[in-house]
T-cell receptor, first 111, second 114 residues
Framework: KQEVTQIPAALSVPEGENLVLNCSFTDSAIYNLQWFRQDPGKGLTSLLLIQSSQREQTSGRLNASLDKSSGRSTLYIAASQPGDSATYLCATTGTASKLTFGTGTRLQVTL | DVKVTQSSRYLVKRTGEKVFLECVQDMDHENMFWYRQDPGLGLRLIYFSYDVKMKEKGDIPEGYSVSREKKERFSLILESASTNQTSMYLC?????????????FGDGTRLSIL
């Protein structure tokens, strides 16, 4: 059974810093890996999706990498802003389009 | 943009009641999903559906059932609500395709069972 782990559980950084969020998974037989953002009391917003054949995806200040063989993904956020404060979730997609989620990293960007 | 709408943001019900949570998507997606989210446990899949009138159990289906009579609507039913079903419920949808389509989520329903 797939297990997805995100470390750290919480992170606080000053505005302007570059930061990396980590995601690891136990079963490398995935179709893709997806990064989401969740604001308090809200649903999930998809940020980036990396297909299993890809190594990375970029969107604006966000860059996600995927190393299937080692079971790792990272989300890099450049020049962080207070508006980036949220919980970030990674999820792997296995058979039947089923997602397995990590428990998230709660990010706070301070002024 | 894909729009996934959940009928209620907050809902309070009593133990033993039959509870319906509704989800509608406007992008003609084949796949629809119901998750619950609990602190420390993350999101867990309850049920999903590939097509009208089709349903599959997820990881935690006990105490729940679902209905998909129309492509755009996927309902989650708590047959006899219990306090351990107090949670945040999230609906999602995606296009068909073996795992290569992103899932789009609604804003969630925070359900309290008293």
């Amino acid at each position: 059974k797939q297990e997805v782990t995100q470390i750290p559980a919480a992170l606080s950084v000053p505005e302007g810093e570059n930061l990396v969020l980590n995601c690891s998974f136990t079963d490398s037989a995935i179709y893709n890996l997806q990064w989401f953002r969740q604001d308090p009391g809200k649903g999930l917003t998809s940020l980036l999706l990396i297909q299993s054949s890809q190594r990375e995806q970029t969107s604006g200040r966000l860059n996600a990498s995927l190393d299937k063989s080692s079971g790792r993904s990272t989300l890099y956020i450049a020049a962080s802003q207070p508006g980036d404060s949220a919980t970030y979730l990674c999820a792997t997609t296995g058979t039947a389009s089923k997602l397995t989620f990590g428990t998230g990293t709660r990010l706070q960007v301070t002024l | 943009d894909v729009k996934v709408t959940q009928s209620s943001r907050y809902l309070v019900k009593r133990t033993g009641e039959k509870v319906f949570l509704e989800c509608v998507q406007d992008m003609d997606h084949e796949n629809m999903f119901w998750y619950r989210q609990d602190p420390g446990l993350g999101l867990r899949l309850i049920y999903f559906s590939y097509d009208v009138k089709m349903k599959e159990k997820g990881d935690i289906p006990e105490g729940y059932s679902v209905s998909r009579e129309k492509k755009e609507r996927f309902s989650l039913i708590l047959e006899s609500a219990s306090t351990n079903q107090t949670s945040m419920y999230l609906c999602a949808s995606s296009l068909a395709g073996e795992g290569n389509q992103p899932q789009h989520f609604g804003d969630g329903t925070r359900l309290s069972i008293l």
